[in-house]
């Protein structure tokens, strides 16, 4: 147990040096903001405000999202208490920059080493530290316990993959785990596999129930519906590569009368892909449009490429249907259907859904969402939404109903995690 953390600790010393250089390589391919590479080095940009703080942190888009309404939930509650949110990706910090309330500070995570993970608790000195879903880093969760952080981890969810990862390391799993003051986990097979690591989660909560629907700007969207007019658009939501193909095969064989052609939208998950996707399009065969070059959406268009950040709230309050990827191939896990059906829209999705069993579960039984057995599939559920107009709004109502089902779960994480304040 403390050899293998001790090994990791000196294995990440010994490498420190070089992040520097590896952060600067990952900025030059677009994956890191070369003026915040500080930041990853536990370098803050900003200083840190006097009075008590909270860091929440979640690693991706979708985690550092889940966190939202917990951030606005404790800013009500402690007004006086300055909020932290750290990320590790840029598409994440793009989003928050634009969804943080104002006053709450946004940093990128430090790499997992001694010294950047020193430098970042040395200069934050939290007094809360929420990590959400599967963060197990053993220099940043050790060095805030060092220093007396109390920390939860919340949302929790461990796939068996990573459970038998951290079997082989018993005593290592047991250290960093016990670490959290509270655990609370997201669904029964988690709760069993962190009880076999050692840890047995003190409840349940799966942010991904709390979230809101979507913002959007509402001038925007009427200029869109103005725009699109009689015809019926199909989305496709967060996709990956190799799942374009799939869509716009099915796309191509949709039967549509003349009077209303629909018109496909495909908003990549990593926005820098919208070229290559629009490429791909074209080649198929498609009259294309691109958000960002500049073109028109919908003029004299098939597919339409929306590789803009933080437009998903529109595009779901247009769309007659809308396909959410990251659900055809392996290891991604799908992505959240509960923004799309919030705001009426109905979901069809891949049947790889690991990271939301148990939402995709509720939805269907409302009848709000479909997993489809192949990716051939996708053209029979577009053609049905085609063929007949879905009940917006009750499909809004049943996705507020699900949503509200679990709202005492996550009052009583609010009120654990403020009791762990000062």
Not at 306 to 326: K, Q, V
Request: charged share 25%; hydrophobic share 45%; with cysteine.
């Amino acid at each position: 147990m403390r050899t293998a953390l001790g090994l990791y600790r000196a294995v990440t010393g010994l490498f420190e040096p070089a992040a520097g250089g590896l952060l600067g390589r990952r900025a030059g391919r677009g994956k890191e903001d070369p003026q915040r590479i500080g930041e990853r080095l536990g370098r803050a940009s900003v200083p840190r405000p006097e009075g008590p703080l909270a860091w929440l942190h979640g690693v991706s888009v979708g985690e550092a999202l889940s966190l939202l309404p917990l951030v606005e939930r404790l800013r009500e509650d402690r007004p006086e208490l300055n909020l932290l949110v750290t990320s590790g990706t840029l598409t994440s910090a793009e989003l928050l920059a634009r969804r943080l309330p104002g006053g709450v500070l946004h940093q990128f995570a430090p790499v997992d080493a001694p010294r950047a993970v020193a430098r970042f608790l040395d200069h934050w000195r939290p007094d809360l530290g929420v990590f959400v879903e599967s963060e197990l880093w053993p220099n940043l969760i050790l060095g805030a316990k060092a220093r007396g952080v109390k920390l939860a981890l919340v949302s929790a969810r461990i796939t068996e993959r990573s459970a038998r990862g951290w079997r082989r390391l018993p005593g290592a799993a047991r250290t960093l785990l016990g670490g959290f003051d509270l655990v609370l986990s997201q669904d029964e097979e988690t709760d069993a596999r962190l009880s076999r690591l050692g840890r047995a989660p003190d409840g349940r909560l799966n942010l991904k129930y709390a979230g809101e629907a979507p913002p959007f700007d509402a001038e925007a969207l009427a200029a869109l519906r103005k725009e699109a007019g009689a015809r019926p658009v199909l989305l496709a939501a967060s996709t990956h590569a190799g799942e374009e193909e799939l869509v716009l095969e099915a796309f191509s064989a949709l039967q549509a009368s003349e009077d209303a052609t629909p018109l496909l939208v495909i908003v990549p998950r990593h926005p820098e892909r919208g070229e290559a996707v629009a490429e791909l399009s074209r080649d198929t065969g498609f009259n294309t449009g691109r958000a960002g070059e500049g073109d028109s959406f919908s003029r004299n268009c098939d597919v339409f490429i929306a590789d803009r950040l933080g437009e998903l709230g529109l595009w779901f309050r247009l769309a007659r249907s809308a396909f959410l990827g990251g659900s055809l191939r392996p290891r991604i896990g799908g992505h959240n259907p509960l923004e799309a059906v919030l705001v009426g829209a109905p979901v069809v999705s891949g049947d790889k859904i690991d990271n939301w069993t148990s939402v995709y579960a509720d939805l269907q039984r409302e009848g709000v969402a479909t997993l489809l057995a192949d990716s051939a599939s996708l053209t029979g559920a577009w053609q049905a939404a085609l063929d007949a107009q879905p009940d917006r709004e009750a499909i809004a109502a049943k996705a507020e109903a699900v949503r509200q089902a679990r709202r005492r779960e996550f009052e009583s994480a609010v009120d654990r995690l403020e009791a762990m304040l000062p």
